[in-house]
């Protein structure tokens, strides 16, 4: 069985490792890489979507970065408790037409003994943005993100 680390119960560090290693992952765009960190069986709430197991996991992002071009994401731990951990998040995207839009949201995550996430409810809210009012250009700590 493939373990990844690190593993619950989680410390206030492991829990930030685990939050910035999705942060990393979901920042390369690629879904096989991203599904990989959960359980075969894994279970989704993303805003009004409902998904169950790895497949339909690659299958929503696939489409997710299909239409939100320029993605980048930043994550913050909110907070931990034994295998579960809170996130908000933030993430900037363009659509199709050009438009620029900033996506607030909130992450409830739970894993299994072996470090893959088995649910992960998400609420996201959309905010249209001009490009000049971008604050997500590139790798984390590159530009300052400000709590909004």
Same mark, same amino acid.
């Given at each position: 069985?493939?373990?990844?680390?690190? +593993? =619950?119960?989680? *410390?206030?560090?492991?829990? /930030?490792?685990?939050?910035?290693?999705?942060?990393? /992952?979901?920042n *390369?765009?690629?879904?096989?890489?991203?599904? +990989?960190?959960?359980?075969?069986g894994?279970?989704?709430?993303?805003?009004?979507?409902f &998904?169950?197991?790895? /497949?339909?996991?690659?299958?929503?992002l *696939?489409?997710?970065?299909?239409r939100?071009?320029?993605?980048?994401l930043?994550? !913050? +731990?909110?907070?931990?408790?034994?295998?579960?951990?809170?996130?908000?998040?933030?993430?900037e995207?363009? !659509? /199709?037409?050009?438009?620029?839009?900033? @996506?607030?949201?909130?992450? +409830?995550?739970?894993?299994?003994?072996r470090?893959l996430? *088995?649910?992960?409810?998400? @609420?996201?809210?959309?905010?249209?943005?001009?490009?000049?009012?971008?604050?997500?250009?590139?790798?984390?700590?590159?530009? =300052? &993100?400000?709590?909004?």
């Open positions: 069985m493939t373990e990844r680390p690190p +593993l =619950p119960p989680f *410390t206030a560090e492991s829990a /930030a490792r685990k939050v910035q290693a999705a942060e990393d /992952a979901w *390369t765009r690629d879904p096989h890489k991203v599904s +990989l960190a959960y359980s075969e894994s279970v989704w709430r993303n805003r009004d979507t &998904l169950t197991g790895r /497949a339909a996991i690659v299958e929503f *696939t489409a997710k970065w299909a939100e071009r320029a993605y980048a930043r994550k !913050d +731990l909110w907070s931990f408790d034994g295998n579960r951990i809170a996130v908000r998040f933030q993430y995207c363009q !659509d /199709a037409d050009g438009q620029w839009w900033r @996506s607030y949201g909130n992450e +409830l995550w739970e894993f299994d003994g470090g996430m *088995t649910r992960r409810e998400a @609420s996201i809210n959309d905010v249209r943005i001009e490009e000049h009012e971008r604050r997500i250009h590139g790798p984390r700590g590159e530009e =300052p &993100l400000p709590v909004q």
